[in-house]
């Protein structure tokens, strides 16, 4: 997903990078979703500073404008160009289509504050654009009547896609849910039948065009098909192999294969990270290997990968710290189920945390 950002930023879309959980990102609450979006949203970044200061649409709108009329908001622009943002604002940003004229009005109304110097209107406009609750009162102020809820959530995300594209500020929009820990299967029944409506319902929206312009990746682990898919029939229809790129298989080569590889990458990683390196004539490639064996061995393929990194990282921690030493099959097993018991403790600690 990360690489995908990378090559969206390249051909000017806006990209959102959203984490799905069960308290402040389920998929059961369009709100919640279209908040996460518009606080993630991002286009290329200038620099590396900016990465982590420009999230969220209103850094978006401000970003893309800026560089429409080069240096309007960011340099020391003169009346004439202050005059042409002005004008397109209000009359071709404002006008754009989209299913929420709100979206589009708080959208102009920011970009005018920012030119026009309006804290007020700026700050009440920003956060309506970033999913925060504003009072109605407060809204009223700047033109917007839409409250954002669960009834509005997704249609504010189809205008948000849509007044990136259709405006011209972007060629379109990224979107990238990762759900990092499970969060279906944490779900009650009832929760569970909302999220697979809400997916059903922007899988349809997305075969509409009424995402224009937009690419949407959902990663799931392969239970998501077996477990829950399977469930909702209409679902299983949308989400046939050919939707699928299935990140498990990788052809031509053995899993041991890729084990190895793995693990001599994590040694060079480590080398770099803490400045050490084993000592000259003393190999640890036969070390590796017999981890990746024993990873392979102890998850049976199935989060093996996960188990290398984890148990390689340990393995050579031991080294940087006492010397290398040479690692029994039977050694490297007992390194393979103490890390297997780690991320078993780590897992039920995140479930607690979140519940049930």
């Not at 399977?230 to 949308?238: G, M």
């Not at 640890?284 to 024993?294: H, I, M, N, R, S």
């Amino acid at each position: 997903m990360r690489c995908v950002q990378e090559i969206a930023w390249e051909c000017n879309f806006v990209v959102a990078f959203v984490e799905l959980s069960q308290n402040a990102c389920p998929l059961d609450r369009p709100d919640l979703v279209f908040s996460e979006v518009a606080r993630s949203l991002q286009a290329q970044p200038s620099s590396a500073a900016e990465l982590d200061r420009t999230r969220g649409l209103n850094h978006v709108l401000e970003q893309l404008l800026d560089r429409k009329f080069q240096g309007v908001l960011s340099g020391l622009p003169d009346d004439g160009l202050r005059s042409d943002a002005l004008d397109w604002v209000q009359q071709s940003l404002r006008s754009t289509p989209v299913d929420s004229s709100a979206l589009a009005t708080a959208a102009a109304v920011y970009l005018t504050a920012k030119l026009k110097g309006e804290p007020e209107r700026e700050e009440i406009s920003k956060l309506y654009l970033r999913g925060e609750a504003v009072p109605q009162a407060e809204l009223k102020k700047i033109g917007v009547f839409e409250k954002q809820d669960k009834a509005s959530g997704f249609r504010l995300l189809r205008s948000v896609t849509q007044l990136l594209q259709r405006s011209g500020l972007a060629t379109g929009t990224v979107l990238l849910f990762d759900e990092a820990r499970r969060t279906l299967s944490l779900m009650s029944t009832k929760s569970q039948k909302h999220a697979c409506e809400n997916l059903l319902s922007v899988i349809n929206h997305c075969n509409n065009g009424d995402f224009p312009g937009t690419m949407f990746l959902y990663a799931v682990m392969p239970e998501f098909f077996t477990n829950f898919v399977t469930q909702y029939p209409a679902l299983q229809q949308r989400c046939s192999p050919a939707t699928r790129v299935n990140l498990n298989v990788m052809q031509g080569i053995t899993e041991l294969d890729l084990l190895r590889q793995i693990a001599k990458k994590v040694l060079a990683i480590h080398c770099e990270a803490y400045s050490w390196s084993p000592a000259e004539g003393v190999p640890v490639d036969a070390q590796l290997d017999q981890v990746a064996k024993a990873s392979l061995r102890h998850a049976m393929g199935t989060g093996s990968r996960r188990l290398l990194v984890k148990t390689a990282v340990q393995l050579l921690d031991q080294f940087r710290d006492s010397g290398v030493f040479e690692l029994s099959e039977s050694d490297a097993l007992t390194l393979a189920s103490g890390a297997v018991e780690e991320m078993k403790a780590m897992e039920t600690a995140a479930v607690d945390s979140e519940g049930e």
